[in-house]
């Protein structure tokens, strides 16, 4: 089983190289001139763009092949007072260029939109400002080239003290969405509403591949499952959906401490992880493991050198690249 490790956003390894600079509403408003505004926005959605660049080519220097791409390129985007703003038209060659790099490089790229994306909310506006936070993050794929590999990972959502009605309301407003949009969204079981065993229902349902948080699963699991026993189901939805041409993905962090056993540690403890790859490894040939750690690509490199000293010890663990393993099933 070949396992590519990526990182989240930002790097901790590069000076001056946030993709996530912004602009409030409030300091907008403020402004005298409002379509000098405008420009200003671009030129920070630009700089963004320049840095994610930047970060891409340090993923190609690590060997890096699975990125998460911020939400914030675009400063206001998806802001209500900003509906007659195109910022894509203007900012079509840095999105062009930005695709045509991770094509060429084969970086798979994704979105994980904010939180305040809910599917099952029951307030209309609310689901109404969500959808409009898929088409954005959509469109921006769209303006790098991307076909439909490249997705947007979302939360079930909140459970408003029902948490059946909040998942048939979830199906119901997945399925009013336009496909191209729906077609590009992963769901992945969270650490408090819904659990591993509930996502990978909805996502069946809906006809969504799933993302198995395993960090997640630790801390919100009351029926004590077990995820190697649900992988073979996860899987089946990523095969639906593309066959065998995109590995699953999967989400890897490590509890903060004792006290805060749902806050990210600064680096992953590689132990669960390797448990779980060894168990998979028989039915799974390929998959893609997103590191949500805090210290980002420091976290990843220092999860490879776990790696190389597993296979050092005879762990059947072969370190390929400088962000990827391959596993052998338990002998």
């Known amino acids: 089983m070949i396992v590519r490790f990526g990182y989240v956003a930002m790097s901790v390894q590069l000076e001056n190289a946030s993709p996530s ?3 409030t509403m409030a300091t907008f408003s403020k402004l005298p001139d409002r379509e000098a505004g405008l420009r200003r926005l671009e030129q920070i ?3 963004n763009l320049h840095n994610t660049m930047r970060l891409l080519k340090h993923n190609r220097y690590m060997d890096v092949h699975v990125y998460r791409l911020t939400s914030k390129l675009i400063p206001l985007a998806t802001h209500q007072d900003m509906s007659d703003w195109d910022p894509y038209t203007p900012l079509a060659d840095d999105f062009a260029e930005v695709g045509a790099f991770a094509l060429e490089h084969g ?3 994704s979105f994980h939109p904010d939180h305040f994306t809910v599917l099952s909310t029951p307030r209309p506006e609310v689901y109404a400002n969500s959808v409009r936070d898929l088409r954005h993050h959509v469109k921006m794929l ?3 080239g991307l076909d439909e590999k490249a997705t947007c990972n979302i939360h079930v959502g909140g459970t408003y003290g029902d948490k059946e009605a909040a998942g048939q309301r979830f199906i119901k407003q997945f399925n009013e969405i336009e496909e191209h949009i729906t077609r590009r969204i992963t769901l992945e ?4 509403t819904f659990t591993a065993a509930e996502t990978l229902d909805i996502c069946e349902q809906v006809g969504a591949p799933m993302v198995l948080d395993l960090h997640h ?3 919100n699991n009351p029926d004590n499952d077990r995820p190697e026993e649900l992988w ?3 899987l089946k939805t990523w095969e639906r959906n593309y066959g065998h041409s995109l590995p699953p993905k999967m989400h890897i962090s490590s509890p903060k401490s004792e006290s805060d056993p749902r806050g990210h540690a600064d680096h992953v403890d590689s132990g669960p992880l390797v448990s779980f790859l060894l168990d998979i490894a028989p039915e799974t040939p390929a998959i893609d493991v997103m590191i949500e750690a805090k210290r980002k690509d420091e976290a990843l490199l220092r999860l490879m050198d776990d790696m190389r000293a597993l ?4 762990a059947p663990i072969t370190v390929t690249g400088g962000a990827s393993i391959e596993v052998q099933p338990r002998g």
């Open 107 to 109: 970086i798979r790229l």
């Open 45 to 47: 959605a630009r700089e």
């Open 232 to 234: 073979p189901r996860i």
């Open 142 to 144: 769209e303006m790098m």
């Open 189 to 192: 079981n969270d650490d408090k």
């Open 217 to 219: 699963h630790a801390v």
């Open 311 to 314: 296979e050092s010890k005879g």
């Open 21 to 23: 600079r912004t602009m």
